[in-house]
């Protein structure tokens, strides 16, 4: 087994500037630095995130999935995350929901041990979070879960990503994709494949960066 690596420092600012930006009870901030404190014990051993990120890790992580929040209606109960990785945003917004009743957050995740390490944070917090530890191709076709909200966050360009979205959108549900600064090209290649009714979100972390609500999908 490797030797853990020496991690670069938290700023300190950036946790404060962070929940300025996405404000969350006391709970769930207490819940977040448990969270970040399994997150840089296990990025001692294994990739979870980018090195370069973790000094601002607050902002560019924990914000970055506690946007999402405002655009999850009422109504919603069942979630889905799509590639999960380290837990952004899916183990974030397990944080943010684990005190309201009725919510089960699934995370798929193909790599083995990123989804024992998601596993392992959502016993040890208590989260209302179910771990399917498989390809999203997989999970899709076992049809197991029909969820309110689809998320994802860097995970492949939309053309692609539609696809994995479209057999769990349903009428009432939408899929909120986080997406950076070629979000319009993104947009202008899926629509040769997809009729798209989605609205794009500026994200609060990043100038260039989209949240798009993508509240329905067909086959062009
Ligand atoms: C770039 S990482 C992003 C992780 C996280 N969403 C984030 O924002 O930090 C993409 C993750 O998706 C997983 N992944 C990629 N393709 C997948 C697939 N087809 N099925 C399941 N997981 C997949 C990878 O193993 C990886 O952990």
């Not at 494949?193 to 067909?218: M, N």
């Amino acid at each position: 087994m490797k030797p853990p690596r020496t991690l670069p420092a938290l700023d300190p600012a950036d946790r404060a500037a962070a929940l300025a930006l996405t404000p969350v009870s006391r709970e769930t901030e207490a819940r977040l630095d448990r969270f970040v404190q399994l997150l840089l014990e296990r990025q001692a051993v294994m990739n979870l995130m980018a090195p370069g990120s973790i000094p601002t890790l607050w902002t560019r992580h924990v914000a970055d999935s506690l946007q999402l929040l405002p655009l999850i209606p009422e109504h919603a109960r069942t979630f889905v995350d799509l590639g999960s990785g380290g837990g952004f945003p899916g183990l974030v917004l397990a944080c943010a929901l684990a005190d309201r009743p009725d919510r089960m957050i699934h995370l798929v995740e193909a790599t083995q041990k990123k989804a024992a390490f998601l596993r392992d944070v959502a016993a040890t917090l208590n989260l209302p979070v179910t771990v399917h530890p498989e390809r999203i191709e997989d999970f899709n076709r076992r049809k197991a879960v029909i969820p309110d909200i689809t998320t994802a966050r860097t995970l492949a360009p939309l053309p692609v990503l539609l696809g994995y979205v479209y057999p769990l959108l349903t009428k009432r549900g939408c899929a909120l994709l986080a997406k950076g600064q070629d979000v319009e090209a993104e947009l202008t290649q899926a629509s040769k494949s997809w009729k798209i009714t989605a609205d794009l979100v500026p994200s609060k972390t990043s100038p260039e960066g989209r949240i798009v609500v993508v509240r329905g999908l067909e086959r062009a």
